[in-house]
């Protein structure tokens, strides 16, 4: 959609599916063509859509603090080249002149005797289990091939599950129809009365708690913490982040380190929920539960909060893939988008971004700032599977321009310094990071003065 047109039908469902007003969609315009419309789904119109839909929220919510009704949003434009930039912003990522490790060598597409699978090993403890579920003889990409080639695809996916690690069959069809956005309580509470904020700030003395990792939930936080609000992500120190990983995601953040099974560490994460307006979540079904930290829990004790739940393959997930992990090259593959996306030699393929992963961020942080707007007290649960489903049937491309004509990534980075040297990234489509990320877990755990 150009500037001038009434209104992106991509835009109006997403904001539909946050319960936003339908007439708020014709505020937003879109300019400019980035290079996410290669392929044979809409990838271009879900990462433009997700990015309207931020931008109205955080209009919104900047409305209702100012005094204003929920109505009173600007017009407001995006830039699609600044939206296609940020949406492969690891791609991008220079780490004091280096290229980042996105993929490690056993994460990728591998021949089974009746199709194929596609594996995720990044992290140390996935690698080590992938490799013993299949008794690697050692980590390599041969090894790993070979053992894979003589076993159907499912089985493999089983076995190395079954070890703790994440291997998923490619799928040949799409995968059941999931929601975009859920929301699962509301309250009836009222979190703490925001005043005003500063122009652009919409966020601005608000306390987010993050409890994400990787891609999507870390895409959410870092856009409120653009936004003005206080983020603080919290990891156990047995679980290290790729330092990769939180030098492209740990902008507009603070990153401290708790083990809630001592209970010095515990006594501190209590005090941080006391003081929390928003919590964002990112574990697997059940995971947080057993430290009573879940959605509900969190809603018991302390009913004004906005509580967002982000997972991989769904809260409506039948059977074992309901509280199983997933990164967003798994969901492509085992919701059926990788075989959609296969060359002409039938080998899978891949979307044009990581979208699954950055789109969903864009909307949990915009389902956060509607949900400030409306008084909080509420849960909201996402995941990739839901937005996986709204890409295969509920977008179709607009057609309206060749996508990649005059695009140039170029414009939307910039440098700046990091607690990992001087950093080359993407900027945000919302505008500029005062500062790098620190160093992943080196902060404080304490919030900030408001």
Known sequence: MTVGEERDVGTAAAWEALGGAPELVERVRYTGSGNLGEGPLPVRELARATVGVCALAAGELAAVRAGGAAGDVPPLVVDEA??????????????????????????GFWRATDGWVRTHANYPHHEAALARALRLPSPAPEALRAAVAGRPAVEVQEVVYGAGGLAVAVAGRYGDPQPLVET???????????????????????????????IAGPVATRTLGLLGADVLRIDPPGLPEADDAYADTGFGK???????????????????????????????????????LGAADLLERWPGLVVAELCAWGWRAAGPWA???????LVQAGYGIAAACAGPDGAPGVLPAQALDHGTGFLVAAGVMRALAEGGGRGLRFSLAGTASWLVRGLSPTGVRAGGVGYSAEPWLRETGSGYGVLRHAASPFGEWAAGPSRWGTDRALWLPR
Do not use: C, I, M, Q
Not at 83 to 107: D, K, M, N, Q, Y
Not at 257 to 265: H, Q
């Open 82 to 107: 600044a939206v296609a930039t940020a949406f492969v912003s690891e791609r991008h990522l220079r780490v004091a002149g280096r290229a980042p490790v996105t993929f490690a060598p056993l994460s």
């Open 184 to 214: 699962v309580r509301t309250t009836g509470e009222r979190g703490r009365v925001l005043g005003g904020a500063p122009s652009g700030r919409p966020v601005a003395g608000v306390r987010v708690l993050d409890l994400t990792r990787v």
């Open 254 to 292: 603070r990153s401290a380190l708790l083990d809630l099974a001592r209970a010095g560490d515990r006594a501190v994460f209590e005090e941080l929920l006391a003081g929390a307006d928003v919590v964002v979540t990112g574990y697997r079904p059940g995971a947080l539960e057993r430290y009573g």
């Open 323 to 329: 509280g199983r992990r997933g990164f967003d090259s």
